[in-house]
C-alpha cells in the first residue's frame, strides 16, 4: 500500500527529475539516491518514477525544438545557440542515435535538435525513455553497491 508520504516523496522526485530535463537547474540523482538510501521505497519504482520524469521533460525539449524558429531569441530558451549549433551538427552526423546520449548533461541539446529536425515522436521517446530510465538503473545500481546492498 501507496501512503500519502510516498506519494508526496515519488512526487518530489518526479518534479525533480522533470526539472533535470529541462531549463530548471535540479540535480534529480542526488534526490534518488538519497531516496533509495532511505529504504522506504522499492528502487524499481523509483527508477520508473525518474525515468518518466526524466522523459518529460525532455518531450518538453522536443516541443521547444519543434517551435524553435519563433522563439529561439527568447533569453527564457533552455539551450544557448552554440550549444544548439553543435548539437544539431552531432545529430546531422550521427541522426536519432545521439538521442541515446540525452541522459548525459549535454544531452539536452540533442532533444532540442530532435524537435528542430522533426524526429518522428514514437521513435524520439523510445531513443529517449529508453537513455533516461537506463540511466537511473544504472545510478540504482550504483547507489546500491555503494550502500553496501
Not at 62 to 68: C, P, Q, S, T
Not at 88 to 98: A, E, K, M, P
Request: no cysteine.
Amino acid at each position: 500500500m501507496i501512503t500519502l508520504a510516498t506519494l508526496s516523496q515519488l512526487a518530489g522526485l518526479f518534479a525533480a527529475a522533470f526539472g533535470a530535463a529541462t531549463i530548471l537547474p535540479f540535480q534529480s540523482e542526488i534526490v534518488f539516491a538519497a531516496m533509495q538510501v532511505a529504504g522506504r521505497i522499492d528502487p524499481a519504482l523509483l527508477v520508473a518514477v525518474a525515468g518518466i520524469g526524466n522523459t518529460l521533460g525532455s518531450v518538453v525539449n522536443y516541443g521547444m525544438g519543434r517551435g524553435l524558429e519563433q522563439f529561439r531569441s527568447r533569453r527564457w530558451f533552455p539551450v544557448p545557440r552554440a550549444q544548439l549549433e553543435r548539437a544539431q551538427g552531432w545529430y546531422l552526423r550521427w541522426g536519432v542515435w545521439t538521442l541515446l546520449l540525452s541522459w548525459a548533461p549535454f544531452g539536452d541539446g540533442f532533444t532540442v535538435a530532435a524537435g528542430v529536425m522533426r524526429t518522428p515522436f514514437w521513435l524520439f521517446l523510445a531513443l529517449v525513455a529508453l537513455a533516461k530510465t537506463g540511466r537511473y538503473a544504472a545510478l540504482a545500481w550504483l547507489t546500491a553497491q555503494a550502500a553496501g546492498g
